[in-house]
């Protein structure tokens, strides 16, 4: 079973991500940019590089997924593992839409939605971080390009119509509590996820 963590950056996903690593000491922990290929250091460039091509960009996070599918994802899921990702493609959908915007394209997300479905292997459930743009920002230290307030906005508005579309497969967590009560709320969520499995 393939579970992702999604929310803006500052969300908290890789606090919650890595305590969840003592409760599922079986499961598979993993994140997207991938922090172990040069796929993902490539990634990792084009996100410090504030004049970086956004639909260049686009295809080197999406480059990084199709490593990590056949690498990571789809060897675990046949091994039958629960597998944790911390960001996947939702990342995408919600993240190169919002930088797309202004784009040529003219339907950024679906566009983007359209170059996975051929390949990628869509989450069983995605646990979804709320938090405000304005706090998202503050968290993060605004150190990169993805990281401002307004672009947060819309790539929260992203992620309001990736749950309109799909509500079954979202679990939404209130993101602006304490880090002890998120991870119960993320805690409870996974429980129940399994159990339903
Ligand atoms: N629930 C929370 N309340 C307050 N601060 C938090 C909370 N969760 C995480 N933080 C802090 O916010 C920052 C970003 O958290 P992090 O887990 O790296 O978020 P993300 O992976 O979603 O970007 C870190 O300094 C972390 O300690
Ligand atoms: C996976 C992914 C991340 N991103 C962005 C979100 C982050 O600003 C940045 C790095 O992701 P990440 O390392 O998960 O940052 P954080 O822990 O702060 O959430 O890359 C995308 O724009 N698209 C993507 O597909």
Redesign the pocket.
């Known amino acids: 079973m393939l579970v992702t963590l999604e ?5 908290g ?2 606090t919650v991500w890595e305590a969840l690593h003592d409760a599922y000491p079986d499961a598979v922990f993993t ?3 991938t ?1 172990d290929s040069w796929y993902g250091e490539a ?2 460039r084009a ?1 410090d590089d504030d004049d970086a091509d956004p639909l260049a ?2 295809f080197l ?2 480059a ?2 199709a490593d990590h599918l056949s690498r990571v994802v789809r060897p675990a899921l046949a091994d039958g593992d629960l597998v944790v990702s ?11 839409a ?2 797309l915007r202004d784009s040529d394209l003219r339907r950024p997300m679906e566009y983007i939605m359209g170059i996975h479905a051929a390949f990628t292997r869509p989450p069983d459930k995605t646990i979804y971080l709320d938090v405000d743009p304005e706090t998202a920002a503050a968290r ?1 230290g605004s ?5 401002q307030a307004a672009y947060l906005a819309d ?1 929260r508005a992203n992620y309001e119509r990736l749950i309109d579309a799909e509500p079954e497969r979202f679990v939404r967590v209130d993101a602006t509590q304490s880090p002890e009560a998120v991870l119960d709320a993320v805690e409870a969520a996974l429980e129940e996820i399994l159990a339903e499995r």
């Open positions: 929310g803006l950056d500052g969300s996903k890789t994140r997207e940019p922090s990634v990792n996100i960009t686009l996070f999406t990084d997924h911390d960001r996947y493609s939702d990342s995408r959908y919600a993240y190169q919002a930088a993060s150190t990169n390009k993805f990281e790539v």
